[in-house]
């Protein structure tokens, strides 16, 4: 074998080189709304991928390679179907726990009523209530409340 130039062999090295596949980034926009589950409804029998290829949920990276989107796809669809998962904390705060509509007799023997439920009932600092015990029952009635609704009434 004759030995070779630096020169030819930089230019057997190019020329042996495979020339790079450049992708083609055509941004499909992805549906959305009612224009989504039309579609979704159409190609029931395809599988969830492929569906949200098929509904421009997907990217090409610089291989030329497809990455479905699935979840961009699924959030797409939940707000589509008009489903609102994000909580929506009244006032201020961060919204904390919901309601269980459960609460424990503490250590130092107190029955704690959380925010969430003052708040729900529209409840200010200071407003006061009646307790009444029963058997295995508390009831709690706000003073003065039998009042604003006849003066509201009349």
Excluded: W
Aim: proline share 3%; with cysteine.
């Amino acid at each position: 074998m004759p030995k070779r130039t630096k020169t030819e062999v930089k230019q057997i090295k190019a020329d042996s080189k495979e020339p790079k596949i450049e992708a083609k980034q055509t941004k499909v926009k992805p549906l959305v709304g009612e224009e989504l589950l039309h579609k979704v409804k159409e190609l029931e029998s395809l599988s969830k991928e492929e569906k949200a290829r098929t509904c421009g949920y997907y990217t090409v990276n610089k291989n030329g390679l497809e990455r479905i989107n699935m979840i961009q796809f699924l959030n797409a669809l939940i707000e589509a179907e008009g489903i609102d998962l994000d909580s929506h904390a009244e006032g201020k705060g961060r919204g904390g726990r919901s309601a269980s509509y459960r609460i424990s007799v503490q250590t130092n023997g107190n029955l704690l009523i959380g925010s969430a439920y003052t708040k729900q009932l529209g409840l200010n600092p200071g407003d006061e209530f009646e307790i009444s015990l029963g058997r295995k029952h508390i009831h709690l009635k706000q003073v003065g409340a039998e009042e604003n609704i006849v003066n509201t009434a009349s």
